[in-house]
Structures are given as structure tokens and as C-alpha cells.
């Protein structure tokens, strides 16, 4: 066990799931404050010792995107400069890993560059949840812990009667992730083709595999503005499905994702809490259905706290 004390702290992002992991951990959240300038200017203050500690910071970088990611490296710029002993920081959700390579000629590779602000920060070592793609994992020079929502998605479907079930990935880019969680339900995959002509916006092409007479489950990364997962749906339907569940780790849920998914032939939208949702915004949908990471996240942190794998939660 490590002789180090476990220190824990979250930023404002989603201090629920912070408080959630606490209670998971049997500790106290670090007591740290947030404040703004009147200009904007994030000021942080950690108001309790963490010299020689083993510090973990939980922020996910989701909306306002900028504003969460300047509370994470100031808050392990803090704790680096007060002497704490190792810095992890666990970030649920990883804003801008959907700019993770060149598409065209001068295009940023943002994923790296925040990246390497996370580490110049302070961090040690980085946990995440389901990044939008696995090379980001590369990005680091420090150890990168990097666990999947799947097998916690796949334990809610197991209820299921899975007779006639199908999981559909809504892309190519996702097979890996739908064939995962075919494999544990044990059921057929299938795969939406589609041409993006522009950001947010996608066209449906063709479905590989056979969802005639099925009920199928869309898996994905992240839901932001829900265009394409609704799309994908109503395909699904004019194809043959009998009934469209969809499944996601990230509920960015950009306007207008929850108008969309109410108007949409989606029976249920199962996400986790990596990101806050509104629950007014929420109470809008009545096909949102919320499970916790804290315990899976909590579990990490206890594992790598105690010099203990990390692999076990991946099966």
C-alpha cells in the first residue's frame, strides 16, 4: 500500500461524481475553492495541506470546455508548486479529443496540444473514460489509465431478453467498441455506413448486417448534438428494426440533443454521468436513463493508489 496520504479533489465540472467517489472511497473531498476575476481569470485556492500526498483531481474538460480545463491545470499547477507528492488527473470526459488528427492541410492536432498542458501542469499520470479515439492514449508521455464504459453498459442489457437483439455501431470508427459489446451480450453486429459532409452533420448510407424483424442497441462514444444517432435510428426502423435503444459514455448534449432524441424512434437513451446533465434539460427527455462511473472510477483510484492492476476493470 502506498505510505503516501490519498488526497481528493474536483473542480466544478461535476462535483456530483466528485462527491459520489468520495462516498465510494470513504474519505472527504479535499476542500479547495473555485473562484472568478471579474474578468474571467480562474482563481484557485487549496485551502488544506496535500505535501507528500497522493493527489487526485477530478474534472472532466466538458462544457464550458475552456473554462474546465484552465480550473484542472491551474488546480495541479497548485498542488505541484504545495509539494504534493504525485498528481493524477482523472478526466471523465477529454475535451478535444475529437481533434485528435489532420484532416486537411494546416488543421491542429488540439488532443496533443492539451495533452502536453496537462502534463506541463503537473499531472503524473492521467485517468479517462472511453476516449473518442485510442491513439490519444499516445498523446502522453505519462502513464495513461484508460477504462471502458462498455462492460458496465453491457451489465444493464444483460436484463434484457436478448433474443433477437442486435448491436449496431453508427459508424465504422466504433466497431471495435459495438463488437465489445456484442460480444458480451452475446448477440450479432451491425454497422451503420454513413457520409459526414460537415461537422454535426451526417447522412445515412447502408447498414451492414441483417436488422430485419430486430430490436437493436446503437453504442457509441458520445452524444452531442444526437443528430446522427437519430438519423441512424430512424434508418434502422425504415430497414426492418421492430425497436431502437441507444447507449452512450459521454452525454455532451448540445443543443438541440434533447429535443431531438424526444422526437426520435428511440425507445431509451442509457448514458453514464461522466458528464453533468442538466436536470431540467433532462426533465425534458424522459428517455434518459443515467448510470454512476463513481465506483468504477473509485475502484481505479484505490488500485492505483495501492500499486495494484488497473486490468481487472476492463473485463
Avoid at 207 to 231: E, H, L, P, S, W
Amino acid at each position: 500500500m502506498s505510505n503516501h496520504k490519498l488526497k481528493l479533489f474536483t473542480g466544478n465540472a461535476n462535483r456530483q461524481l466528485g462527491e459520489e467517489i468520495a462516498e465510494y472511497l470513504g474519505i472527504s473531498l479535499g476542500q479547495a475553492k473555485v473562484k472568478r476575476f471579474a474578468d474571467g481569470e480562474t482563481a484557485i485556492e487549496i485551502n488544506e495541506s496535500v505535501r507528500g500526498a497522493d493527489v487526485f483531481l477530478i474534472q472532466p474538460t466538458c462544457a464550458p470546455v475552456n473554462d474546465n480545463l484552465m480550473e484542472l491545470l491551474i488546480m495541479m499547477d497548485a498542488c505541484r508548486r504545495a509539494s504534493a507528492q504525485r498528481i493524477t488527473a482523472v478526466i471523465p470526459y477529454y475535451g478535444y479529443a475529437r481533434q485528435e488528427r489532420k484532416t486537411k492541410a494546416r488543421d491542429p492536432i488540439s488532443a496533443k496540444l492539451v495533452a502536453n498542458l496537462i502534463t506541463e501542469a503537473g499531472a503524473d499520470r492521467v485517468i479517462a473514460m472511453d476516449l473518442h479515439a485510442n491513439a490519444i492514449q499516445g498523446f502522453f508521455d505519462i502513464p495513461v489509465d484508460h477504462l471502458p464504459a462498455v462492460p458496465m453498459l453491457a451489465e444493464y442489457y444483460k436484463s434484457m431478453d436478448t433474443k433477437d437483439l442486435v448491436v449496431v455501431s453508427p459508424d465504422v470508427g466504433g466497431v471495435v467498441r459495438a463488437r465489445n459489446m456484442a460480444k458480451r451480450l452475446g448477440v450479432d453486429l451491425a454497422i451503420v455506413d454513413k457520409r459526414r459532409e460537415e461537422a454535426n452533420k451526417a447522412e445515412i448510407m447502408n447498414v451492414i448486417g441483417n436488422i430485419q424483424g430486430k430490436r437493436v442497441i446503437m453504442v457509441d462514444d458520445m452524444i452531442d448534438t444526437a443528430g446522427t444517432i437519430c438519423k441512424g435510428a430512424k434508418a434502422l426502423k425504415d430497414m426492418g428494426a421492430t425497436e431502437v435503444y441507444a447507449c452512450c459514455t459521454h452525454p455532451v448534449f448540445s443543443p438541440p440533443a434533447m429535443e431531438r432524441l424526444t422526437d426520435s424512434v428511440i425507445s431509451e437513451v442509457l448514458v453514464t454521468n461522466t458528464i453533468p446533465i442538466d436536470p431540467q434539460r433532462q426533465g425534458k427527455c424522459d428517455k434518459v436513463k443515467v448510470l454512476s462511473v463513481a465506483s468504477l472510477l473509485g475502484e481505479a483510484i484505490v488500485r492505483i493508489h495501492e500499486g495494484l492492476s488497473v486490468s481487472r476493470l476492463f473485463d
